[in-house]
């Protein structure tokens, strides 16, 4: 696991990190993914969390609340109760808080029952855990999926966010984005910032959270430094 962090741009420090597959020899999620077979893809998912879990929980500053996001996929829990078990568990053993946990779905990952991906974020809630929909804007829902539940958190898609300060379009659709989530009392986070003036206008735009190279990259089993409104680096425990 790689670990990115999230930004808190009103509060100026870090919210939380983001646990990203890697291979031992550094191959990017996409790859590591690809190699996963369908009859693979639950025990996958499963062992993936309870890394990550371990990780956190050794990496993590103790005396601070940090989130950890973990991605899941949708199509690999068949029960949401009992596919929660393995989480709870490691939590369990590893003293880390439940509501330090967000679990983060994809809309690139299609899910054809759309009552199914409900039950699940329904248990997770039950639970204390964080939910949200990753790469918001460039998958197969899109904003249907939002009539039929509402996450807690909605990342939007880098594709939007990428040169978003001087594009009118893709400033008319974060507009949107960001007015939609308000009225249903979604927190909105955008990904994939890369430039100081993408930061500044999706600040402005009234987004609060971020995440992207402009902070840090992600960083193999350590937490990396982050830039902050000062110019300056800070750890999680800064």
């Known amino acids: ?96 808080p439940t509501s330090s946990i967000m679990f983060e779905f994809t809309e690139n990952e299609e899910v054809a029952d759309t009552a199914h991906l409900t039950n699940i974020i329904t248990e997770y809630r ?17 904003l249907g999926l939002l009539v ?21 379009a893709r400033q008319a659709v974060v507009a949107g984005i960001v007015g939609i989530a308000e009225d249903l009392g979604i927190t909105v986070l955008a990904e994939g910032v890369e430039t100081e003036a993408e930061f500044a206008f999706l600040k402005r735009s009234g987004i609060r959270l971020f995440q992207g190279y402009w902070f840090a990259k992600p960083a193999f089993e350590e937490l990396p430094q982050v830039r902050i409104r000062s110019g300056a680096a800070i750890s999680a425990s800064a």
């Open 1 to 96: 696991m790689a670990f990115q962090p999230i930004y808190d741009a009103v509060d100026d420090r870090v919210w939380g990190y983001e646990a990203l597959v890697r291979g031992l020899a550094g191959e990017g999620a996409f790859e590591v993914l690809s190699r996963v077979s369908p009859e693979q893809k639950y025990r996958f998912d499963q062992d993936c969390r309870i890394k990550a879990i371990e990780l956190a929980s050794r990496l993590f500053p103790a005396d601070e609340e940090v989130k950890l996001s973990i991605n899941f996929m949708p199509n690999a829990v068949y029960e949401p109760a009992a596919c929660l078990r393995a989480t709870l568990l490691a939590a369990a053993r590893c003293s880390f």
């Open 126 to 142: 039950k639970h204390g855990f964080t939910t949200a929909i990753d790469d918001f804007g460039a998958g197969h829902a899109g």
């Open 148 to 168: 039929e539940f509402q996450p807690d958190l909605i990342k939007i898609d880098m594709k939007l966010v990428r040169g978003a300060d001087s594009s009118p």
